[in-house]
């Protein structure tokens, strides 16, 4: 083998992917058809799951470090969420995709991991053993697996023939980077009466310190995806929403996205697996899909790392697709409702606006606004822990709870799962397991629970469940046979 993994795409997922895989000691490939990294903004944003995963890797403070990223508000369709910002520990900030793709690059360099730019991938073949990736410039790369997280034309699903249904784009809206001129306090998604419609968004500032935002502009009559955005089509969808008060300063760049919603079928396809935009796209509303391929990311990687190093038990990799698909379906129910909420199109239909005047009393529920914001920030997901008992912490991430002078999460930067102990009752157990799990929290006041190492709570409560979670996500336990029987140690 060249490398134990291959990954196409050095995107926010690509690259999560990567240090997960750099923290677990297997080597990889970071490859990208790009010749340099893209300047342009995407997303806009990090939801609390995904600070919280980067937190857990000790790489949150030092992102953060790099400039000036508020706590922000969310929104659903276009109505704002509270800034509930004591009920989540890390809530959303406004940190965009260039910057996220900046950090990750220079970090992984400084640990010896280079982006191979200018590789476009052509080829592809696996057997039992690995895959083969042919690149362009008749490259060739030998890997146990790949990772495909090239985005949403991906090459690699297309080589795959991987089904990849769900609805075609049927509208348009234009997403730019702009400076703008009195957009101070102005609503962040208005209306004209004709349909026309804009969101605005902070991006922070460019070099020279001025303010740069996120502009989207929608309305009837958007032509196709082909078509190149101009100014003066900027400024007059700014002028039917705002008049003369607002105006375009500068255009950085302009593209057309489509409200096409689609999502692989099956995330893994041998030892290929689908991540990021590969896997799903939708309508880039709330950052989700940024967000959601660097949680698939941080779910794979320490999977992919125990299948390299030999104790991952037989099912560990299908658990990717069981629990990353219905985390995405969700993903694409909720954008595609939102979409139906705020008009997307601007066909400003009666019946559209009475419902989302409906909806907008709803939100004032402060029940309402919790269900949303965690619907979004993927707080809400809760993986399936067969033979585990009902817990209302399986499933779940973990709560940062504090261990004497160290939280959780920094106990998961090592990238191994977490055993809490207060009492010292698994000790004996756990020492099966300590060359793949740290046994921690004696003495603490915490309930005794196991943490995947990406953060998941796999066990809590019944102290006969605990050495079955153990075999079921980190392998037969040292000095155990078949079925976790225990034999004669050395």
């Known amino acids: 083998m060249d490398t134990d993994v291959l990954i196409a795409g050095a995107g926010p997922t690509g690259m999560t992917v990567a240090n997960e895989l750099r923290l ?177 968004f902070p991006l922070g500032t460019d070099p020279q310190g001025r303010p740069l935002r996120r502009l989207v502009l929608g309305g009837p009559g958007a032509p196709s995806r082909d078509v190149p955005v101009t100014e003066d089509e900027i400024r007059e969808g700014l002028r039917a929403v705002f008049g003369t008060g607002v105006r375009l300063l500068e255009l950085r760049y302009g593209r057309r996205i489509s409200n096409a919603a689609r999502q692989a079928a099956r995330y893994r396809h041998g030892r290929v697996f689908l991540a990021g935009d590969a896997a799903h796209v939708h309508l880039p509303l709330g950052a989700q899909g940024m967000n959601t391929g660097m949680q698939d990311a941080f779910n794979l990687g320490w999977k992919l790392g125990a299948a390299v190093h030999g104790w991952a038990p037989e099912d560990l990799l299908d658990t990717y697709h069981t629990e990353r698909h219905p985390a995405g379906a969700a993903v694409l129910r909720n954008v595609m409702a939102q979409s139906l909420l705020m008009d997307w199109t601007g066909a400003r239909e009666p019946e559209t606006a009475a419902v989302r005047e409906i909806f907008s009393d709803l939100v004032r529920l402060p029940n309402v606004q919790h269900y949303l914001a965690d619907l979004q920030s993927g707080m809400a997901i809760r993986y399936p822990m067969p033979g585990t008992d009902d817990h209302p912490l399986v499933g779940r991430p973990s709560p940062d709870l504090g261990l004497g002078p160290v939280r959780v999460h920094e106990l998961l930067r090592s990238g191994r799962g977490v055993l809490l102990d207060p009492d010292g009752t698994f000790a004996k157990v756990a020492d099966l397991w300590s060359d793949r799990v740290d046994r921690a929290g004696q003495g603490a006041d915490v309930e005794p629970m196991l943490i995947r190492p990406d953060g998941y709570v796999v066990w809590a409560g019944h102290a006969d469940d605990l050495e079955p979670a153990l075999t079921r996500w980190f392998g037969e336990g040292r000095g155990t046979g078949p079925r976790g029987l225990r034999v004669s140690r050395p």
């Open 24 to 200: 677990a000691g297997v080597s990889t490939v970071l490859a990208d058809q790009l010749s340099q990294r893209s300047e342009l903004s995407r997303a806009g944003g990090v939801q609390s799951r995904t600070l919280e995963a980067l937190d857990q890797r000790g790489l949150l403070e030092p992102l953060l470090a790099t400039g000036n990223y508020p706590a922000a508000t969310g929104h659903f369709a276009g109505i704002a969420l509270s800034a509930d910002h004591a009920r989540q520990r890390l809530p959303w900030r406004s940190v965009p995709q260039v910057k996220i793709e900046e950090f990750f690059e220079h970090h992984l360099a400084a640990h010896g991991i280079h982006v191979r730019r200018d590789h476009q991938l052509t080829g592809l073949a696996q057997d039992e053993h690995g895959v083969t990736a042919t690149f362009a410039h008749g490259a060739t790369i030998r890997c146990r697996y790949l990772v495909a997280a090239d985005g949403a034309h991906s090459t690699v699903r297309s080589l795959l023939r991987a089904e990849f249904p769900g609805r075609p784009g049927t509208a348009t809206v234009i997403a730019a980077d702009v400076r703008l001129s009195g957009a101070e306090g102005v609503a962040s998604h208005t209306w004209s009466d004709d349909g026309q419609w804009v969101a605005l």
